[in-house]
């Protein structure tokens, strides 16, 4: 049976699944009950200053984005940091750590970006026992406006200035958590790198407005006819959060650079993924506010049962194995022909691969008077969306053309050998370019 423990940055935890800083971690009653329910670790629902605590809105806090099922596809939060006194967190998280000495438990920490306040934090949170921090520059409303969270996140030059005070203040493990609410995440990165930093974690929340009431022109979610951006997270933001972490799992300078990844991770397979480009372990919030913590015990079995069935006996032994085929479309190998291929006994004659492709990509889709939908392959240009918008699993598939045969749109043969941009003769930039008006195709022409 596969091994799922993880040691991040010599946190050791029984499996990867951490709960994100959030409300599921927000005190000791949820986070004794997730340990229960068989959580790895936790990020401890983000702490502020000493002093008076935030106060929250008292009215809506999120505004979701449901499927046709309604399927909780995206939340967006205006919810701040712990509106609880520090001290009483403190004090809990002593407590759980004590308990469940096997857990990962992380203090994740937001004060404001002076020395002084976190110099006077650090070593009360060491006292707790926990076993690392992780600095929020992510959250994007609220506490943002008040030069915290991701208006330091924004910010390199203070992410590696906090980055080195904490590393300076404190021996436990630094994790800096990442806003995705940037141009380049890896800039963030490399920054936290260059104060020292022991790993990153992204992403935290996307500046969001879900939607506009239409009778109010407000706002959602509407605090008294007023709404504000607020952090999106769940499902939808996982392509976004993959693309991230790959970015930073390549980059020269960050490469190697411990990370967990955060964003819509609701299954195994899509912690797996993650994990396959770089990631130690994953984050998990809006799937626990969905359907609560038991949810890891699926996680953690589809885990184990695919590990077995591929043979990996540890997290390490697939860890990072997609990152190299991670590229820049530039070396994609534009020689790769493929053609739809409708199965006739799955289609269900909807229509939906005809009316796209008709109406919007290349007349690819060819239907008759009984309403049998065929691929046209003298048009097909391979771009899937029939494949995309229709509603039967693989009822449409993508079909490889072999080396040597013709391609029915371009008169072309497939080539054996792949060709990139990078030398392709329509490319300025390319050794073999050739001027316009000539032939400037990769493949061969047909005989
Ligand atoms: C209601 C709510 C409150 C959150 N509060 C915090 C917080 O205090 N600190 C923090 O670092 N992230 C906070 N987050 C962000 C999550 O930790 C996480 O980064 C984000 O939700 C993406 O993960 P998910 O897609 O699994 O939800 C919050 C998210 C939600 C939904």
């Known amino acids: 049976m596969a091994d799922l423990t993880t040691d991040f940055i010599g946190i050791r935890s029984p499996n990867p699944f951490w709960l994100a800083s959030a409300p599921p971690t927000d005190k000791e009653y949820n986070v004794r009950r997730a340990f229960d329910a068989g959580w790895g670790g936790v990020v401890w629902k983000t702490l502020g200053a000493e002093g008076p605590p935030v106060v929250n809105v008292n009215g809506p806090r999120y505004g979701v984005i449901h499927g046709a099922d309604r399927r909780v596809l995206g939340i967006n939060n205006i919810e701040l940091i712990t509106d609880r006194p520090l001290q009483t967190n403190l004090d809990e998280i002593a407590r759980v750590k004590r308990d469940y ?61 906090v980055a080195e005070w904490c590393k300076h203040y404190t021996h436990l493990p630094v994790i800096v958590k990442l806003t995705p609410n940037i141009t380049d995440i890896r800039k963030p990165a490399r920054a936290a790198k260059a104060g020292g930093a022991d790993a990153v974690s992204l992403i935290n929340t996307i500046n969001s407005i879900t939607a506009v009431d239409l009778d109010d022109f407000a706002p959602e979610p509407t605090i008294d006819g007023k709404g504000s951006h607020g952090g999106y997270c769940g499902p939808a933001v996982k392509p976004i959060a993959l693309s991230m972490v790959s970015e930073i799992a390549r980059d020269p300078e960050t490469r190697g650079m411990p990370i967990s990844g955060i964003g819509g991770v609701t299954t195994w397979r899509d912690a797996a993924e ?103 392959d003298e048009e097909c240009v391979a771009c899937n969306l029939c494949v995309d918008v229709c509603p039967v699993e693989d009822c449409i598939t993508m079909e490889r053309l072999e080396a040597g045969t013709t391609d029915p749109r371009t008169g072309r043969i497939v080539q054996a050998e792949p060709a990139d941009w990078t030398t392709h003769p329509n490319n300025p930039g390319s050794p073999n370019y050739v001027p316009a008006g000539q032939d400037t195709m990769v493949s061969e022409p047909a005989e």
Not at 139 to 161: K, L
Not at 302 to 319: N, P, Q, T, V, W
Not at 334 to 346: E, F, G, H, M, S
Request: glycine share 8%; net charge negative; hydrophobic share 40%.
């Open 101 to 161: 000495p096997d857990r990962a438990m992380i203090a994740s920490i937001m004060v404001p970006c002076e020395e002084e306040a976190w110099k006077a934090i650090l070593p009360r949170v060491e006292d707790t026992g926990s076993d690392g921090i992780e600095l929020n520059f992510g959250c994007p409303h609220g506490m943002s406006e008040r030069g915290m969270g991701s208006a330091v996140g924004q910010v390199p030059e203070y992410i590696q200035m």
């Open 274 to 376: 993650f994990i396959a480009l770089g990631c130690g372990n994953v984050q998990v919030c809006t799937a626990a506010m969905t359907y609560g913590f038991k949810v890891v015990q699926e996680m953690t079995a589809g885990l184990s049962r695919y590990m077995d069935e591929k043979g990996y006996a540890s997290i390490e032994d697939f860890r990072g194995r997609a990152v190299p085929n991670v590229t820049d479309w530039q070396h994609l190998n534009l020689n790769y022909v493929t053609k739809a291929r409708i199965d006739q006994d799955a289609c269900i004659k909807c229509g939906r691969c005809y009316a796209a492709c008709e109406d919007t990509s290349h007349q690819a889709v060819a239907m008759s008077a009984d309403r049998t939908f065929t691929v046209v």
